[in-house]
């Protein structure tokens, strides 16, 4: 089946769906410094109709700011998988993208769509807030268009992303000292 | 040097012989000792007052082929700082433990045995604090080159030439 095909009940739950729109902030990285205003009152994420979630299993979108270390990544996949679809990606700032400042450092990744499905980047080091609710509409009009279909990738290359996961982390399984 | 720096460190040299003292400003102190006299100036500097074990941390002189141990203990009296450093062969790098004199040292011993492969004897708490499922040199070596190992491991993104933008930014038509 074709990743864009979707019936008319799926056109119109898209545009519901691009209205309401959680969105869990995994911040890793120094880019979590720019949500508190995007979210407060001064830039008001809100008016768009997007909210903070707490948790995986009630959120739309994960948003992963900034550098991702190989342990973090573990449980950024675990996040990614406990989340219900449809699912949407953003990675914000250019450690993201390539590795930023940290391109040659031993514990981080350099290109966040090899491990999951990134419908949309954000460039820069650090983005502004303005950039950030320019990037959460054009979010919007992806999912309105069926663009943003980086779920239905997960889904159908699995293979691949677990392949790619296994290369860099050697297991994805999380251990933790203190619980075991 | 504080006064209460300088009394600790005369009653240090009953202890030990021969040390060398440098000083960094009028509240931090560095000496250097040799490898055996660091445990009994540990433990006199702790019950002369400088109890509190800030770092343990480690420096990696590749050229000598030396460790370098830092102990960083900090006085609550007087706000002072001693620095205790001592060097150690990097060839087979061993050392004995502080657990018995600060219980917090577990945790600095174990970071040290996982970035420099440095063990330290007393400690048999050895796994790895920070790092999974390492495969490699221990990472805050010299010898260990990060970019090789990101290179390895981590794929890069592969950007092609755009001509066509560039031209055009040349000729004024986009603002580059």
């Not at chain 1, 573990?74 to 700032?93: D, N």
Request: proline fraction near 5%; charged fraction near 30%; include cysteine.
């Amino acid at each position: 089946m074709n990743t864009n095909e979707r019936g008319i009940w799926e056109k119109i739950a898209d545009q519901l769906r691009s209205r309401s729109l959680w969105m869990l902030h995994y911040c890793t990285g120094c880019g979590a410094i720019e949500l508190p205003p995007s979210m407060t009152s001064r830039f008001d994420m809100e008016r768009f109709g997007m909210g903070p979630m707490a948790t995986p299993r009630q959120a739309d979108i994960l948003f992963i700011t900034g550098y991702l270390s190989t342990k973090t990544l573990r449980r950024v996949i675990y996040t990614y998988e406990l989340m219900p679809e449809p699912k949407y990606v953003i990675g914000f700032g250019s450690c993201t993208l390539n590795g930023g400042i940290y391109y040659d450092s031993y514990a981080t990744i350099n290109k966040l769509e090899n491990y999951i499905p990134v419908d949309l980047y954000i460039a820069g080091c650090m983005p502004r807030p303005e950039a950030l609710l320019n990037a959460f509409n054009e979010l919007m009009r992806m999912i309105r268009n069926g663009e943003a279909n980086g779920w239905r990738k997960y889904k159908e290359n699995y293979e691949w992303y677990k392949q790619n996961q296994l290369r860099t982390l050697g297991e994805v399984f999380v251990h933790d000292e203190f619980h075991e | 040097m504080t006064n209460f720096m300088s009394n600790a460190l005369e009653k240090l040299n009953n202890v030990v012989k021969k040390f060398e003292v440098t000083e960094i400003d009028e509240r931090e102190v560095k000496i250097d000792l040799k490898p055996e006299s660091v445990l009994p100036a540990l433990s006199l500097l702790k019950s002369e007052g400088y109890y509190h074990l800030s770092l343990l941390s480690a420096v990696d002189w590749i050229d000598e082929g030396k460790f370098e141990l830092v102990y960083i203990l900090y006085s609550w009296n007087d706000g002072g700082k001693i620095i205790v450093s001592t060097k150690i062969s990097r060839k087979n790098p061993e050392f004995v433990t502080v657990k018995h004199l600060w219980p917090v040292a577990r945790y600095y011993e174990r970071e040290l045995f996982e970035f420099f492969g440095i063990k330290f004897e007393g400690n048999d708490d050895m796994k790895p604090l920070f790092l999974e499922n390492w495969d490699d040199l221990p990472p805050l070596r010299k010898d260990f080159d990060p970019l090789e190992y990101s290179k390895k491991k981590f794929p890069d993104r592969e950007y092609q030439k755009d001509v066509i933008h560039e031209a055009k930014i040349i000729r004024g038509d986009i603002n580059g």
